[in-house]
C-alpha cells in the first residue's frame, strides 16, 4: 500500500513558545537562534529543513512543505518526482508537473501552445478566444468559421 501525500505549512516563529530551547528534529542540537521553524508538529532550524532532494529551505521558498516516502519535499521536487502530468491538446507533448499552463475546458496547454490554432496568433491575458470542435480560435478567425457555416454570430 502506498502512502499518500500530504502537504503541511511551515511557521517561522520570532521566540520559542515556552522560551525553553527546542531540540531541532533534523540535527537533533538545541534551537538557540532567534528564529526557529515549526514544521510537521516539530521545531527546526532555519538551516536544517531542507528539500531532500534540491536541499533548498523551505522557510526559504514557501510557507508549504510536502512528504511522501519519508521524503521531505519542495513544491517542485514534489512534483517533478510524483506530480501527475498530461499532454499538451495543441502540440500532444508531455507537459512536466511542475510547468505552468493553460486551460480550456478539460483541455491543457504549454503556455507557448495556447494561441489560435489556424493563425498561431498568441493569447494575452484577457483576449477572447473560442473552442470550437476541441479547437482554440481567435475572434476572428472563429467569427469566419461561422459566416462559412453560412450564419454570423450575434453581436451584443
Not at 500530504?6 to 532567534?34: E, H, T, W, Y
Not at 508531455?94 to 494561441?115: G, Q, T
Not at 484577457?126 to 482554440?136: P, V
Request: proline share 3%.
Amino acid at each position: 500500500m502506498q502512502k499518500k501525500e500530504k502537504s503541511f505549512g511551515i511557521q517561522m516563529l520570532s521566540v520559542q513558545p515556552d522560551n525553553k530551547p527546542k531540540g531541532c528534529a533534523g540535527c537533533n542540537r538545541k534551537i538557540k537562534d532567534r528564529y526557529l521553524l515549526k514544521a510537521l508538529d516539530k521545531y527546526w532550524h532555519e538551516d536544517c529543513l531542507k528539500c531532500a532532494c534540491c536541499d533548498c529551505r523551505l522557510g526559504e521558498v514557501g510557507s508549504t512543505l510536502y512528504t511522501k516516502a519519508n521524503l521531505i519535499l519542495c513544491r517542485r521536487d514534489y512534483l517533478r518526482l510524483f506530480g501527475v502530468t498530461g499532454n499538451c491538446a495543441a502540440c500532444s507533448k508531455l507537459i512536466p508537473a511542475f510547468e505552468m499552463v493553460m486551460r480550456a475546458k478539460d483541455n491543457v496547454y504549454h503556455l507557448d501552445c495556447f494561441a489560435c490554432q489556424l493563425c498561431n496568433q498568441r493569447f494575452c491575458v484577457g483576449d477572447k478566444f473560442f473552442l470550437k470542435n476541441n479547437m482554440i480560435l481567435c475572434q476572428t478567425d472563429y467569427e469566419e468559421g461561422l459566416m462559412k457555416e453560412g450564419y454570423a454570430p450575434q453581436v451584443r
